[in-house]
């Protein structure tokens, strides 16, 4: 079986300074992780991937994630945070065995203040 | 380009009522999955789709759920006598059919049964 635990239901930051959502999964076999936002009565968005190769990945808005196997997280980050960047982040696994359907973990909110 | 669609954005339905709720991929992806969205949760796998094949239905709740995508386009998760544990959020996802594949999500369709 596969999880994912976002062990912060929720994360307060200032403006302008760093962000960290932390992730950690189980899965047998090679993991395929991802990190979505999701906007009040929104869908959720993608931001970034982790499939092979480099463990630091980069994605949209300036986020990017580090994979480390180790300890099995894939952490999201970024370096200076927005307002705007408050919203609902979500971790979610698959494995190549599982038709690409993701394990998602229960999400965290994140509230930057001004 | 056009992103995946969902309709009814919102839907009340009376306890004992079916529903119809509809999903319009991304032209050209293979792949479809449908997850449920309870409050303050993650999204949790219902079905998938590949093509017009439902290939994994391990997700959904009773036989009172059923999904179908019979021309591999646009597909439709019916409910029949529904209940109140149903209220949730109903995303439709689509990918190019991948394992690794990132999912594109609709907006979801909101269900409250009362």
């Known amino acids: 079986a596969q999880s994912v635990a976002q062990p912060e239901d929720q994360v307060n930051v200032a403006e302008g300074n760093p962000l960290t959502v932390k992730c950690t999964y189980s899965?047998?076999?090679?993991?395929?992780l991802f990190w979505y936002v999701q906007y009040p009565n929104r869908g959720l968005q993608f931001l970034l991937k982790y499939i092979t190769g480099d463990n630091l990945v980069k994605g949209s808005y300036g986020f990017e994630a580090e994979f480390n196997k180790s300890q099995t997280s894939f952490h999201l980050k970024k370096p200076s945070a927005l307002v705007s960047d408050s919203a609902l982040y979500f971790c979610a696994v698959s494995r190549g065995d599982s038709w690409g359907k993701f394990q998602f973990g229960a999400g965290t909110q994140v509230v930057v203040t001004p | 380009g056009a992103g995946v669609s969902q309709s009814p954005r919102y839907k009340v339905a009376k306890r004992g009522q079916d529903v119809a709720l509809r999903c319009d991929p991304i032209?050209?992806?293979?792949?479809l999955f449908w997850y449920q969205q309870a409050l303050g949760q993650g999204p949790e796998f219902l079905t998938y789709?590949?093509?017009?094949?439902?290939?994994?239905k391990s997700g959904l709740p009773s036989d009172r759920f059923f999904a179908e995508r019979p021309e591999g386009s646009v597909s439709t998760l019916k409910i029949q006598r529904t209940q109140q544990e149903d209220s949730a959020v109903y995303l439709c996802?689509?990918?190019?059919?991948?394992?690794?594949?990132?999912?594109?999500f609709g907006p979801g369709t909101r269900l409250t049964v009362l």
């Open positions: 899965v047998s076999g090679n993991p395929y």
């Open positions: 996802a689509s990918s190019l059919g991948q394992w690794a594949d990132t999912q594109y």
């Open positions: 789709f590949q093509n017009e094949a439902q290939l994994d």
């Open positions: 032209s050209g992806h293979v792949s």
